[in-house]
């Protein structure tokens, strides 16, 4: 079984669209996150909720909205993407106390 | 928050030990050390963290000094599956795993 799942693996998409991005964990963790790599391969966090409650949230234009209906899952949504969206968003989890992150296997969206 | 720095790049022979060292002059007494790896194409993984004391797990040592401003993560027998990128981390107060730019581990056959 997967620890933390991202889907869809791919998205190719329009300017303009709106989509989501959906994450689930089946490790019991308590914190879940979304980072963003862009081309350039930096690794940057966006969003962190914990028992489903936002407690990081980066400089990150509020066209992203994430949502976690409860502490399993954590999804991404994005407004009216733009071209500077592309970009690989790995989703992960971890536990207070424990050891590290696990992340997903990401998604790679290309907006065109 | 502690900042860390590590070679842009390394090389290493396959079968060979790989070390990868890592600089974290401001880092306090109770801040911890974790050692995560992007395979191309992967999402990142956690290889091991450490607070004083060497660690040993299944997949790497890690090797912190006694004044804890440095640490060197070590791959036993490397092989060409562990050319990666590396990145040594200390968490900011939120837990907050932050990447820096990493080391580029490139295994030689």
């Known amino acids: 079984d997967t620890a933390v799942s991202q889907t869809p693996k791919y998205l190719v998409t329009q300017m303009g669209n709106d989509k989501s991005i959906k994450c689930e964990q089946n490790?019991?963790?308590?914190?879940m996150y979304w980072y963003k790599q862009d081309s350039k391969k930096f690794l940057k966090i966006m969003f962190s909720y914990n028992n489903k409650e936002l407690i990081i949230n980066e400089t990150v234009p509020n066209r992203f909205s994430p949502k976690s209906p409860d502490k399993a899952h954590l999804n991404l949504h994005i407004n009216s993407l733009e071209l500077g969206d592309s970009a690989v968003y790995f989703c992960a989890s971890s536990q207070l106390g424990k050891r590290g992150y696990t992340f997903g296997s990401g998604t790679r969206l290309t907006v065109v | 928050d502690a900042k860390t720095t590590q070679p842009t790049s390394m090389d290493c022979a396959e079968g060979r030990a790989a070390n990868l060292p890592c600089n974290h002059s401001?880092?306090?007494?109770?801040?911890?050390v974790y050692w995560y790896r992007q395979i191309h194409s992967q999402g990142p993984q956690y290889i091991i963290h450490g607070l004083k004391n060497n660690e040993t797990n299944e997949m790497a040592s890690l090797i912190i000094t006694e004044d804890r401003k440095s640490s060197t993560l070590i791959l036993p027998h490397a092989t060409l599956r562990d050319t990666a990128v590396y990145y040594c981390?200390?968490?900011?107060?939120?837990?907050?795993?932050?990447f820096g730019k990493g080391t580029r581990l490139h295994i030689l056959p």
């Open positions: 490790l019991g963790h308590d914190t």
């Open positions: 981390i200390v968490p900011n107060r939120d837990d907050k795993i932050i």
């Open positions: 401001t880092i306090s007494g109770n801040e911890y």
